[in-house]
């Protein structure tokens, strides 16, 4: 049977590969270290928890709610992007709720995009950053690119070489995957440059909690006057490790928001009142929560860089987000991404997640996200160890099982 059109569109999900083979280990007893997918596992703290409980007592909170977000949820928000960024915003007109920052930029891409809209997009990147846009008719021009020098030159290449001009150019600092950081200095080029162009900006900053260097990382709404070209994506995720709960936010430029909202107004009526009311009690809260969960994963990569480094791959040290971009030892990387962590899942109980998956730029590497506590890095740093020693000996004997068949 034929596939439907946007269907089509869209390529073999790489993580399933390995979620099947994870989940066919775990079904022969393997006891699998998944540091795969980035879900964390700390629970949410107690105190927004206790504020859920007490408001969905209340069953007038069990009614439909509100698609953009309620406006003590919205005024939070705000709240915090003014004693964090030092940014004002309008939380009637510059502040949409989402349910996660995937949904919004997903419906951010529905609301802005007409078929064949080119799209500058970083490569390797998250997934919904590209596929969002093609899903919505748009094209990707992927930029391999770091936020460095390079970065504007490679831009205006990507304007030369498209018709139409490209409509917008997505951000992701600290990027997921490969936890690069951007600075303020870089921001200020970008939105000179996006004014001069008249390109729209998405950034993605739902990482800006989780830092380790003691420079927080800044938002592009910083810069004077990104406001006009741009709009941000946050989550609640992982800064109040509330995956589950699915809240995230856009705020910037009013049009943009206009247009998010309209389109959400079709699509939803806006996550549980209860969740929006617990999410709003975290924003205004005295910033201890996020530190504790920052303090948890600093700890992490410390023992997962100085533990690996001692089993004998060498994992540079990520400034931020809750993963470390690995490259593939060298005597693996002709296998690529997907091989390679088809062979950790069946030779060293260990899932990670394949670079490929994020771009065919990132097929030298794998992502290791600190979901696991330190105990269980340190095992599987043991386990990786075993796996390294014994190819080293028998290198003939390291084809993953699926590439024999």
Same mark, same amino acid.
């Given at each position: 049977?034929?596939?439907?059109?946007?269907?089509?569109?869209?390529?073999?999900?790489?993580?399933?590969?390995?979620?099947? /083979?994870?989940?066919?280990?775990?079904?022969?007893?393997?006891?699998?270290?998944?540091?795969?997918?980035?879900?964390?596992?700390?629970?949410?703290?107690?105190?927004?928890?206790?504020?859920?409980?007490?408001?969905?007592?209340?069953?007038?909170?069990?009614?439909?709610?509100?698609?953009?977000?309620?406006?003590?949820?919205?005024?939070?928000?705000?709240?915090?992007?003014?004693?964090?960024?030092?940014?004002?915003?309008?939380?009637?007109?510059?502040?949409?709720?989402?349910?996660?920052?995937?949904?919004?930029?997903?419906?951010?891409?529905?609301?802005?995009?007409?078929?064949?809209?080119?799209?500058?997009?970083?490569?390797?990147?998250?997934?919904?950053?590209?596929?969002?846009?093609?899903?919505?008719?748009?094209?990707?021009?992927?930029?391999?690119?770091?936020?460095?020098?390079?970065?504007?030159?490679?831009?205006?290449?990507?304007?030369?070489?498209?018709?139409?001009?490209?409509?917008?150019?997505?951000?992701?600092?600290?990027?997921?995957?490969?936890?690069?950081?951007?600075? /303020?200095?870089?921001?200020?080029?970008?939105?000179?440059?996006?004014?001069?162009?008249?390109?729209?900006?998405?950034?993605?900053?739902?990482?800006?909690?989780?830092?380790?260097?003691?420079?927080?990382?800044?938002?592009?709404?910083?810069?004077?006057?990104?406001?006009?070209?741009?709009?941000?994506?946050?989550?609640?995720?992982?800064?109040?490790?509330?995956?589950?709960?699915?809240?995230?936010?856009?705020?910037?430029?009013?049009?943009?928001?206009?247009?998010?909202?309209?389109?959400?107004?079709?699509?939803?009526?806006?996550?549980?009142?209860?969740?929006?009311?617990?999410?709003?009690?975290?924003?205004?809260?005295?910033?201890?929560?996020?530190?504790?969960?920052?303090?948890?994963?600093?700890?992490?990569?410390?023992?997962?860089?100085?533990?690996?480094?001692?089993?004998?791959?060498?994992?540079?040290?990520?400034?931020?987000?809750?993963?470390?971009?690995?490259?593939?030892?060298?005597?693996?990387?002709?296998?690529?991404?997907?091989?390679?962590?088809?062979?950790?899942?069946?030779?060293?109980?260990?899932?990670?997640?394949?670079?490929?998956?994020?771009?065919?730029?990132?097929?030298?590497?794998?992502?290791?996200?600190?979901?696991?506590?330190?105990?269980?890095?340190?095992?599987?740093?043991?386990?990786?160890?075993?796996? /390294?020693?014994?190819?080293?000996?028998?290198?003939?004997?390291?084809?993953?099982?699926?590439?024999?068949?």
């Amino acid at each position: 049977m034929e596939e439907f059109h946007k269907v089509r569109r869209l390529p073999p999900y790489v993580f399933e590969q390995v979620n099947r /083979l994870k989940a066919s280990a775990r079904s022969r007893g393997a006891d699998i270290i998944d540091l795969g997918m980035g879900n964390p596992d700390l629970p949410t703290p107690k105190a927004i928890v206790d504020k859920l409980c007490e408001v969905v007592r209340d069953p007038r909170t069990h009614r439909y709610s509100s698609s953009r977000g309620i406006p003590g949820l919205r005024r939070a928000q705000a709240a915090y992007y003014q004693r964090r960024f030092g940014v004002k915003l309008n939380p009637d007109t510059q502040v949409v709720a989402t349910l996660g920052s995937k949904e919004g930029f997903a419906n951010m891409a529905q609301a802005i995009t007409a078929p064949g809209d080119v799209i500058l997009c970083p490569n390797p990147t998250y997934p919904i950053h590209a596929f969002g846009f093609i899903m919505s008719g748009g094209v990707i021009r992927s930029l391999q690119v770091e936020p460095d020098d390079g970065f504007i030159p490679a831009v205006e290449r990507g304007i030369r070489h498209s018709i139409p001009k490209p409509l917008a150019l997505i951000l992701n600092y600290p990027s997921n995957p490969t936890a690069l950081v951007a600075s /303020l200095d870089f921001y200020k080029d970008v939105v000179a440059f996006a004014k001069k162009n008249d390109i729209i900006i998405l950034s993605d900053l739902a990482y800006s909690e989780i830092y380790f260097d003691g420079n927080p990382p800044p938002s592009v709404l910083q810069v004077p006057g990104a406001i006009d070209v741009c709009v941000e994506f946050t989550s609640m995720s992982k800064t109040f490790s509330m995956p589950g709960w699915r809240m995230g936010f856009a705020v910037g430029n009013e049009r943009l928001i206009a247009a998010l909202t309209r389109v959400k107004s079709y699509l939803d009526y806006g996550a549980f009142t209860p969740i929006q009311v617990a999410a709003a009690h975290a924003l205004n809260g005295d910033g201890a929560d996020i530190a504790e969960v920052r303090e948890v994963y600093h700890k992490r990569r410390d023992v997962m860089v100085d533990s690996f480094g001692r089993a004998g791959w060498t994992i540079p040290a990520p400034a931020a987000s809750m993963f470390a971009w690995a490259p593939i030892p060298e005597q693996f990387r002709q296998l690529g991404s997907l091989e390679f962590s088809k062979l950790l899942i069946e030779h060293a109980d260990v899932a990670v997640a394949p670079g490929i998956g994020f771009g065919e730029h990132g097929d030298d590497f794998v992502r290791v996200a600190l979901v696991e506590n330190e105990h269980r890095i340190r095992q599987a740093a043991r386990n990786i160890k075993r796996f /390294l020693a014994s190819t080293a000996k028998q290198p003939n004997n390291v084809v993953p099982l699926t590439a024999r068949r």
